[in-house]
Structures are given as C-alpha cells and as structure tokens.
C-alpha cells in the first residue's frame, strides 16, 4: 500500500492558490484513478485506488498546512505505511513553475507543513515531491503563495499535473529512485504536453 498525502489548506478561499498545489496535484491524479474523495479519516479527506497491484490511498489533510503533520502522522499509523511507501507533494517557491523535484529524504527546506511533518514523525526519511510555484517578481512571499495562478501559468499548470501525475505513478509502480532519476531533470515550458 502507498500513502501520497498533497498538502494544502482547506475551504474555498484557497483552492485555487499556489500554496495548494498539493491539493490541486491530488485532485488531478484522483480523476485519472476514478478515486472519488468520499472518505473523511484522521482529519483528511481520502480517495483510494489501484495501481496495477498496489493499493493506493490519496490523502487531503483538512489541518492547514502549517499543522499538517497532525493528520499525517494518525494516517501513517493507521494504516501502518512504513515511511518509504509514503509521499508528500506541496509547494516550492525555490522552484520555477513547471518544474519538480522529488527526494527520498531531507530537511524542510523552510516549508512549515514539511516541519510539521517531520516533527510529528519524527523522521526526516519519507519521499517528497516538491512542485515548483517560482518567486514573486515584487510583493510578499506569503501573498504570493496564496495568490492564484496567473493567466499565463495556467497553460504550464495544466501540463503540470499531468506531470506530477506521471512521476507520482512511477513512484508507485517503481519507486522514489525511478521517479527521481526520470522527472527530475525536466522543466515543463506551455508548449509541452
């Protein structure tokens, strides 16, 4: 079983923010799997499905961000996910829009819904995949983060999440070093599937 937990704030306000790509990755790959988020456990909403042979668990913690390790930790538990079957996906200001990165460990990176993670398992060693939002041109950080997604992002968003889709699926079926050594390295520009 595999546990991929997107990070992001509930409510309407927020949905469309660039602070809640994990949630806006998630919804996306829950549509391809034909995983209706119908089930509220640990303070998130979870969608399941199957990958080849393996079963899934897509999880939306309802905490905030900030607080996210709250849910993550009952759901690691609960289902008893040793930590590299688990993935994280959420937001990176230190990345341009349309590129990903994903790790089999490391620090928060000053990500607070990654220290909340970290601080309630007490692990450092779970895989992540970071998605890139870019830097504000002017204005604040957090103004930014839970800003919308520009006009012109809006192309590369949607190409996006299929490629977050694609790198999470291959983290599924082959694991975090698959993943990395494929997804890593590509930037996404609009004119690119």
Not at 62 to 89: E, H, M
Not at 180 to 185: D, G
């Amino acid at each position: 079983m595999k546990l991929v937990i997107g990070l992001g704030n509930p409510g309407r306000q927020y949905a469309h923010t660039r602070h809640n790509i994990g949630f806006l990755c998630l919804n996306h790959l829950a549509k391809r799997l034909h995983a209706p988020f119908s089930q509220r456990q640990a303070k998130a909403r979870l969608a399941r499905g199957r990958v080849a042979d393996e079963e899934v668990i897509l999880a939306k913690p309802q905490t905030f961000v900030n607080r996210s390790g709250d849910s993550v930790a009952q759901l690691v538990r609960l289902y008893q996910i040793p930590l590299a079957d688990l993935l994280i996906i959420y937001d990176d200001m230190d990345l341009p829009l349309g590129r990903i990165r994903l790790r089999a460990r490391g620090s928060a990176g000053g990500h607070n819904g990654v220290k909340s993670i970290i601080a309630a398992l007490d692990s450092q060693s779970f895989p992540r995949l970071r998605v890139g939002i870019g830097h504000p041109e002017a204005g604040e950080a957090a103004d930014h983060v839970l800003g919308g997604f520009l006009p012109e992002e809006k192309a590369v968003l949607s190409a996006l999440l299929d490629h977050v889709s694609e790198a999470v699926l291959c983290f599924i079926r082959e694991g975090i070093v698959a993943a990395m050594n494929r997804y890593n390295a590509r930037e996404l520009k609009p004119d690119q599937p």
